[in-house]
């Protein structure tokens, strides 16, 4: 039976898309330091998620199937972010190389998917499937936030990824709102009311 594992990043951001991740291992092909190191992603450090990133990319096609996908911005403002993130994940799961029997998900909801779907609760923290898709989904939209901030300096996205944290709070009032911001979230609301 295959069954795979689905998460996503990014859901709190004030900007950019949010990504999810979809993966399928063979547990009896993984290697002991990934198995034994795969944990959700928040718990791991920046560079011990590269590493298990790199090392999941590097799986053969009989060890592991793994796709990312992301709704927009402009997806998260009209669906909403957790449709979005529901949409990010049929994304992924409908990206795979491979047709899962049945999936996994991180969280209270599951998406549509063309098979039977169990939400798990901390699910990153108790299926090597979805820690997997945890940390490829982080390090995935990682990257992408970093790569946007070169189109966009000055809001620090490649340290901050786009959160609300004081710096980027700071450019928002400094340098005003990029294409890239939610603004169906009411921090952007607020800032654009302020310059209206």
């Not at 998460?7 to 092909?29: C, F, I, K, Q, S």
């Not at 927009?72 to 529901?86: G, H, M, P, T, Y």
């Not at 939400?119 to 820690?131: E, F, P, Q």
């Not at 992408?144 to 901050?160: F, H, I, K, S």
């Amino acid at each position: 039976m295959t069954v795979i594992g689905l998460d996503e990043a990014g859901r709190g951001p004030w900007a950019g898309p949010v990504v999810a991740a979809a993966v399928w291992l063979d547990p009896t092909a993984l290697p002991t330091d990934l198995r034994g190191g795969l944990d959700d992603s928040k718990k791991l450090s920046a560079a011990r998620r590269d590493t298990l990133f790199e090392a999941l990319l590097a799986l053969g096609p009989d060890e592991a199937a793994i796709a990312p996908a992301e709704a927009s911005v402009a997806e998260i403002d009209s669906l909403n972010i957790l449709q979005a993130s529901l949409l990010a994940m049929q994304r992924a799961a409908a990206a795979l190389s491979l047709a899962a029997d049945a999936a996994l998900v991180d969280g209270r909801q599951t998406p549509v998917l063309p098979c039977p779907a169990r939400a798990v609760v901390k699910g990153d923290s108790r299926s090597l499937s979805i820690a997997a898709a945890s940390v490829v989904a982080k390090v995935s939209r990682d990257r992408r936030m970093a790569a946007l901030a070169g189109d966009y300096p000055g809001y620090g996205w490649e340290r901050n990824q786009g959160y609300g944290t004081p710096e980027h709070r700071a450019a928002i009032a400094r340098l005003g709102i990029t294409p890239l911001h939610r603004r169906s979230f009411r921090p952007i609301r607020e800032a654009l009311a302020l310059t209206s």
